[in-house]
Each structure stands twice: as structure tokens, then as C-alpha cells.
């Protein structure tokens, strides 16, 4: 993992002319000494980039910007962003995945009856906390099937339909709809902790022959708290929302995920899923290939 560095000075109209022009004349000088910092300068504001926030670069950036703000009283902010790296899913225990968006095309979103079927849930009695993106289902989906060999929209890109279709599509919360080739291979696979819904076809009303729902029987949400490093309050115990920043690698105790290949990575059932690296592996042996890779996990002994 490494973090992406950002950094923004107060624009033009909220500071000082002088802190302005300071700040400025040093991002400019910033960036001609390094060629990794990026500096962007959008409607009179001043905003660096700097993709690894360990470097010598960064490091130049914050202590030139701690400077301006002790000499000419620069406002500023900057935060890194949490990026992982390809070894990070290769060494992770299970990966939290997306797969294609259908809902980009001009004939309409990939599920016609979101409103009726998945209803926004409510906070969560114990806490209090909602997510916008948690529902509660309350029919079976009903989705174009022939948007499945149509184009999708995976991993920033809009890319053709792979031959026979689309395998994993992604739902408004970040839960699945998968193919049954995808199906084919769990089962061959052994794959435990999970249950199918069917999807309706809405050209014919009748179940899919292609596609179903996959639903993990297991949310596994809240990352170990003595592990998983995250700046204070850190996640909520009840729903696992988490409330701090997470600084780094997460874990998930043995004892939540043990016997099972899936399981919901988020706090609310219809949530992202995460795949055991095994499980991921046959499925790319398989020639099933839809699957981004959002969140590394790593199984910890409790
Ligand atoms: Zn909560
Ligand atoms: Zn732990």
C-alpha cells in the first residue's frame, strides 16, 4: 500500500494576496525541483499531488507548506489518500470485489425495480447509524438480461461484454449478481457461506437462466481492533461503520471468518463481498475475469 498525498492552500479569494502569491510561487518551484509532485491550479486555487506521501517530494512539499504557514500564515489543508498495490491483493487472505456496472448504457439501469425491491434501511437501533447505500431487499431483482452481453463499465473503463456474457455485476450496494458459469465454479470449487436469490428477466417475467443473486450467509464488517491500525474512534462496534481513519493493512479475526469462501465486507447484507484468495484464483482459472479487486483483507488469530 502507499498513500497518495493532497494538499490544498485556501484559494485566491479566502487568504491574504501576499500568502497567495507565496503559496504559489512555491508549488511552482515544488514542482519544477520534483517531477513527481503535480501541481494543479484550478479557479485561483493552489493543489498538489504527490503520489507517494513517503517520499523525499512529499516530504519537501509539507515542510515548504509547514514554512508558509509559521512565516506568512498560510491556510492549508492536506490528508493522504489510502492506495493499494498489486502485492497487497496478492498477499491478502480475502479481497472485497466489484464487478461490471450495467447501469451506464442508454437503455436504462441493469435492475428495473430498484425502488420497489430494495428499500433504504433504517439506522441501525443500537448506534444509530445508516448508510445511504444499505437496503433491505423486499422482492426478487428484476434485471435486462440482454444488458449481460452488452457494454459495461469495470475498473474505470468502458469495456465489450467477454464472450458469453458478463459473470459479476455489481448492485446499487455494492453486492452481486452473478452468472451461472460464476455459480458453476463455486459449486465445483466447495465453496462455503452463501445462498442464491433468483433474478427475474424482465423480457420474459420469468427466473434467469443466466444470472442470480449471490448472497454471502455472513457479514463480516468491523476490522480486528487490535490490528487493523486506524486513527481514533475507529470503527463502531454494533454496525462496524467506520467512524475513524483507517492508516493501514485490515484485518478480520479468524474465529468471524473461518469456514467460509465469501462473506460481506461491509455493514449491511446486500453489501461488497469479499472472495478467499483461493476462491478468486479459480475463478480466474476459470476464465471468469469480472471481478475488480476493491479492499485487501487479511485474516488475523483473534
Ligand atoms: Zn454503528
Ligand atoms: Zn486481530
Redesign the pocket.
Known amino acids: 500500500m502507499h498513500r497518495r498525498l493532497h494538499l490544498t492552500a485556501r484559494s485566491r479569494k479566502q487568504t491574504s494576496p501576499t500568502a497567495f502569491a507565496e503559496a504559489e510561487r512555491a508549488a511552482r518551484a515544488l514542482a519544477a525541483k520534483w517531477p513527481e509532485v503535480q501541481l494543479l491550479n484550478p479557479g485561483g486555487m493552489v493543489r498538489i499531488i504527490v503520489e507517494d506521501m513517503s517520499s523525499e517530494a512529499a516530504k519537501d512539499v509539507l515542510e515548504t507548506f509547514r514554512h508558509l504557514a509559521a512565516h506568512v500564515g498560510l491556510e492549508y489543508q492536506h490528508y493522504g489518500v489510502v492506495l493499494w498495490d498489486p502485492e497487497d491483493f496478492a498477499q491478502a487472505d480475502f479481497v472485497a470485489c466489484v464487478g461490471v456496472s450495467l447501469d451506464g448504457t442508454p437503455d436504462g439501469p441493469f435492475v428495473v425495480n430498484e425502488k420497489e425491491a430494495l428499500r433504504p434501511a433504517p439506522p441501525d437501533p443500537r448506534c444509530g447509524h445508516a448508510l445511504p447505500m444499505a437496503r433491505i431487499q423486499e422482492a426478487d431483482l428484476r434485471v435486462r438480461e440482454a444488458a449481460l452481453l452488452g457494454p459495461g463499465d469495470l475498473a474505470e473503463s468502458r469495456q465489450p461484454a467477454p464472450p458469453g456474457g458478463w459473470d459479476a455485476v455489481t448492485l446499487v450496494t455494492g453486492g452481486l449478481v452473478v452468472s451461472t458459469r460464476f455459480l458453476a465454479v463455486l459449486k465445483r470449487e466447495g465453496a462455503t457461506g452463501y445462498h442464491t436469490r433468483p433474478v427475474i428477466a424482465a423480457e420474459t417475467g420469468s427466473p434467469s437462466a443466466r444470472a442470480v443473486q449471490l448472497l454471502p450467509d455472513r457479514i463480516v464488517c468491523v476490522p480486528?481492533p487490535?490490528?487493523t491500525e486506524a486513527s481514533p474512534p475507529g470503527p463502531c462496534p454494533f454496525c462496524g461503520i467506520q467512524r475513524g481513519q483507517l492508516e493501514g493493512r485490515e484485518?478480520r479475526?479468524r474465529s468471524q471468518v473461518d469456514g467460509v469462501s465469501l462473506f460481506v465486507a461491509d455493514p449491511f447484507p446486500l453489501g461488497m463481498i469479499a472472495f478467499s484468495r483461493s476462491l478468486l484464483t479459480a475463478l480466474e482459472r476459470e476464465g471468469i475475469r469480472t471481478l475488480a479487486p476493491i479492499v485487501p483483507l487479511l485474516v488475523?488469530d483473534?
Open positions: 480486528c487490535g490490528h484485518f479475526p488475523c483473534d
